[in-house]
């Protein structure tokens, strides 16, 4: 069993920053691949970023690139979300998920254990 408590969420400007982290329970974190989604109110949840267990692999969404930036510290069983540049449409909630795997993927379907999420909210 893995348990993910997100936090770093709130209410930004415009442009702003914010840094989103994942901390995660388990001895085996650095076996995993993690993930962050998003997802707005009466939208799907979208795939925002995702890495590798040791971090060689990250992908992000289109949306993101060049913005975000996914990063993980396998001592401290943490996982990272660098949020620049932020835009309204950033605007939902952020969630941390891992999958029982090394390898990343972009299918919120692949991960097994999801966090409760943290509100992220950008003003114009």
């Known amino acids: 069993q893995v348990q993910l408590v997100e936090s770093g969420g709130g209410l930004v400007q415009a442009g702003g920053s914010l840094r989103l982290s994942c901390a995660a329970s388990g001895r085996t974190f650095s076996q995993y691949a993690m993930g962050w989604f998003r997802q707005a109110p009466g939208k799907d949840r979208d795939f925002v970023a995702a890495i590798s267990w040791n971090g060689g692999n990250t992908a992000y969404g289109n949306s993101v690139k060049g913005r975000f930036t996914i990063s993980r510290d396998n001592a401290k069983n943490t996982v990272y979300l660098q949020m620049n540049n932020l835009k309204p449409e950033d605007t939902a909630t952020y969630y941390c998920?891992?999958?029982?795997?090394?390898?990343?993927?972009?299918?919120?379907?692949?991960?097994?254990?999801w966090g409760q999420g943290t509100q992220v909210t950008v003003s114009s």
């Open positions: 998920a891992a999958r029982i795997y090394v390898l990343l993927t972009t299918i919120p379907n692949d991960y097994a254990y």
